[in-house]
Every structure is written in C-alpha cells, then in structure tokens.
C-alpha cells in the first residue's frame, strides 16, 4: 500500500468515472485500475462496486475512503509543518473564500501575491460556508476566508476585518428621512435574499428578525451581491449588502444606499483553518495582505 494508491481512490470518488480520475492523476486508465485492484487484493476487501453505473463504492471501500482522506490530509499537514518549520513563504496553498466576499477581497490579495517576492502559490476557489468547512475538514483547502464562526474544536480563526451592513432599497420605497434608518423600517414583505447554501443569507435575516421575505408571486433566491442590487433596481424592493460591495455600484445606485443608525449591524471576516494547521506563518502573511 502506498499513498498514490489512496490518491487514486479518492480521485474515483470525485470523479466518479476511471478515465476521469485517471487524467487528474496524470495516469493511464490501465494504470490506475490496476493499482486500485491491487490495493483491494492487499486488503482483502472490495473497494469499488464492478459493473455499476455511475461509478459506487462498496460498504467497506466507504470507510477505506474515509480512512484514505485522513491519511492524505496528515501527509500533507506532514509536508507543510516541514515548510513552516524551514520559515519560508514557499510552496502551494488552497484559500476559499465565500462567494459575497470574493469581489472585494480577491483582487487586492492577487496583487499583492503577484507582486511579493515569495516563491507561494496560491490557489483561490469560491465556495459557501458549509462547503468551505467540509472542504477543511476533508483536506480539500488550506484556508477558508469566511464570515461565521467555526467550532473552536476543530477550527481556528484569526479576524480579519469588520464590515458594516447597509440597505440597498429602491427610490419607490417609502423610507424616513434622514441618514440613518432602523432595522424595522424596512418593509419586510418586499424584501430579497441570497439562496440558503450563503451565510449572509442568514445574517441578513437576523437583522431582519428572521423573515423570509417577498410575499409577490416571484420568490427568488439569488446567487450573488449583484444578483440583489439588480432585482432591486428592475423590480423595487430592499436587499441587504455588505458595505465593501458598494465600491462597485454606480454613482447613481450609490443614492439608494441607507446606512443604519449606531450601532450599526456588523459581520467579522475571519481566516479559518483546521485547529492543527501547521503553518502559521503562512496565516499571518495572507492575514496580513488581505488586512491592507
């Protein structure tokens, strides 16, 4: 048994298809056939169903699956404590960063890797929260840039920022006068919200009191910050946004923006990795870049 061998396993399970996960393991399909058919003779265990489509694994390969995961992500927390302990800013990591904050953060964090003089690779995906922690747990990312708090028990986090909350409400909305509004002046059953997979779906609705929303006949559940500025735009309404999204609204859609009054609803992006990650100076370095 060796660790390519569980590298082939778990492609099979991304992929689900043996040419698929062959390609992304830079090997034949002979190849990597052979090499799972050798590790279930050496286990003495099935691991993948034969003649089933889409691709299935067994009762028992599912947990040599798990087991598989576990064994590849200490490999790699093995790799990268060697880094951490040498001290340079080298080598590759995998960030995520939740989507309603990726238009504000990415750009600057990629100007600013580019232009360092550190040999880091880094490699950025857009995912929500849920999907970002099991990534973490499942050694699928390094890092996550996310706005929740984790469990303390598996996870650490390091704050990055506070970022104010504001509404985004349509000219024809009847709003009071004055610079400040008031959570409960917002009319509820003209309200729109990111889908549920997105946890600023969540703190919106917190500030919200919890409502769902829209009471028309359309009831859309949207995918991204500029989804809602312009659903709001086209078809009235309020949205809730985060206050670094205005940055890319028009002077024109700048006027329909109402800050709440003090004190004023927050969210704290964090830097989130597993509890034992090794490579703290790697955390402060990123930290630090996404932090200017």
């Known amino acids: 048994m060796n660790f390519q061998q569980l590298e082939y396993i778990v492609a099979l399970e991304r992929h689900r298809n043996f040419v698929a996960a062959a390609n992304a393991c830079f090997v034949s399909q002979p190849t990597l056939s052979a090499m799972v058919k050798k590790l279930e003779e050496e286990l003495n265990i099935a691991i993948i169903k034969r003649g089933v489509h889409p691709l299935t694994f067994t009762a028992a390969g599912e947990q040599l699956l798990l087991q598989a995961k576990r064994i590849l992500a200490e490999q790699h927390l093995m790799r990268e404590l060697s880094k951490e302990i040498a001290g340079a800013i080298t080598g590759e990591i995998r960030l995520s960063v939740i989507p309603s904050l990726a238009a504000t953060v990415i750009p600057p964090l990629v100007q600013h890797i580019e232009a360092s003089g550190h040999d880091l690779r880094v490699y950025i995906s857009e995912m929500p929260t849920e999907k970002a922690l099991h990534a973490l747990l499942n050694g699928l990312v390094d890092m996550a840039v996310l706005a929740t708090r984790?469990?303390?028990?598996?996870?650490?986090s390091w704050p990055l920022f506070e970022e104010e909350i504001v509404a985004y409400v349509s000219p024809l909305e009847k709003m009071p006068k004055g610079k400040y509004i008031q959570p409960d002046h917002l009319d509820q059953s003209q309200q729109w919200f990111l889908s549920e997979e997105h946890c600023f779906r969540d703190q919106a609705l917190e500030i919200c009191s919890r409502n769902s929303g829209l009471n028309g006949k359309v009831h859309y559940n949207a995918g991204s910050i500029l989804s809602l500025v312009q659903l709001v735009d086209y078809n009235g309404g309020i949205t809730l946004i985060p206050s670094a999204a205005t940055a890319f609204l028009s002077k024109e859609?700048?006027?329909?923006?109402?800050?709440?009054?003090p004190p004023a609803p927050t969210r704290l992006v964090q830097l989130t990795t597993l509890a034992d990650y090794p490579r703290k100076k790697i955390v402060a370095y990123l930290s630090e870049l996404m932090c200017r």
């Not at 984790?150 to 650490?156: A, I, L």
């Open 253 to 261: 859609q700048k006027s329909n923006i109402r800050e709440f009054a």
């Open 150 to 156: 984790s469990d303390e028990q598996h996870f650490c």
